[in-house]
């Protein structure tokens, strides 16, 4: 099994973990590849030089799954180099909350066991594809979590005029817009009362960002939707985002979101579900009155 590993490198307390790792797929006799900046980081950070068949440098190589190792951020990364080249990515999670990297510290060697097994399932997650007018913007233009209009630089809003196949629905007067897919609705657009919805969900959200009207809410809308966006700026500029990747672009261009021709394969156990994960991470469920009367006895 070709097995390439990717990894954050800000994770120097993590060594014991990711050695691991590296310690199990040499244990069950895998064809490893590690990212090159990452395998530099192991090296440099300290010292630690695991025994691989070589590295991955470019966005294009031959692998059966993907090892994202860090938190949420590595997996979007991850997903990214990955691209089109329809290979699975198993998130190992050394970062904090976790929802796409949600394998535990506890969990590694039994998971890459069911791995080796053959015994997991793999999730097709929709990804976001933004078009700009003259195709000013340049680089990935694909976001698996969110495409994120925001104000920049100003405490002054912006003002996104959106509409639904080209059907006007609002403008929205506020710091920003959040598009999210199902995967992307326990992120951003969750922190900003968005609706957390099932990976499996064939639907987007729009969330406002702190928008001028009290009566702008959350919008969930059917994920084959041409959503197009215009924004206005009293500074003329303004930000867009995806996953977390950022340009400054002019007021006044045109832009467009849909659902991409093709989707990232997210890697689970069979025994661990989304409910489990929102139970785990959320805190769905927990009383903490109880904990802090267990606490004081």
């Known amino acids: 099994m070709k097995i390439g590993i990717f990894g954050s490198e800000y994770q120097i307390e993590k060594q014991s973990v990711i050695k691991r790792v590296f310690n199990k797929l040499a244990e069950r006799g895998a064809e490893v590849y590690v990212d ?4 530099h980081f192991l090296w440099e950070a300290f010292q630690y030089k695991p025994a691989i068949n070589g590295t991955l440098s470019g966005d294009v190589f031959d692998l059966d799954i993907a090892i994202s190792m860090g938190g949420d951020g590595t997996f979007l990364r991850t997903a990214a180099r990955v691209n089109k080249q329809n290979i699975p990515i198993l998130g190992i999670n050394t970062g904090r909350l ?3 990297a949600d394998v535990g510290s506890t969990d590694i060697e039994d998971t890459l066991d069911e791995l080796f097994k053959h015994y997991y399932k793999v999730e097709e997650r929709t990804l976001l ?7 000013i913007y340049q ?3 694909y976001a698996l979590n969110e495409v994120a209009i925001l104000k920049r630089d100003t405490s002054s809003m912006i003002t996104i005029h959106t509409e639904l196949n080209g059907e006007y629905l609002t403008s929205y007067q506020a710091d920003g817009l959040i598009v999210a897919t199902p995967t992307g609705s326990t992120a951003y657009s969750m922190s900003v009362n ?3 919805i099932l990976p499996q969900d064939n639907s ?3 969330s406002p960002v ?12 059917p994920d084959d939707y041409r959503i197009t966006l215009g ?3 009293r500074n003329r500029t303004f930000l867009i985002s995806l996953d977390g990747r950022s340009e400054v672009f002019p007021a006044g261009i045109q832009l467009e979101i849909s659902k991409a021709d093709y989707t990232t394969k997210v890697i689970k156990r069979y025994k661990h579900t989304f409910y489990q994960t929102l139970r785990e991470k959320l805190m769905w469920g927990a009383d903490v009155r109880m904990d802090k009367e267990q606490n004081m006895k």
């Open 36 to 39: 090159a900046s990452f395998a």
């Open 98 to 100: 976790g929802f796409l």
């Open 129 to 135: 594809r933004l078009a700009t007018e003259n195709h």
């Open 139 to 141: 680089g990935y233009n």
């Open 194 to 196: 968005g609706p957390i």
């Open 204 to 206: 987007l959200v729009l």
């Open 210 to 221: 702190a928008p001028h009207s009290l009566n702008v809410r959350p919008l969930v809308i």
């Open 231 to 233: 924004v206005e700026s």
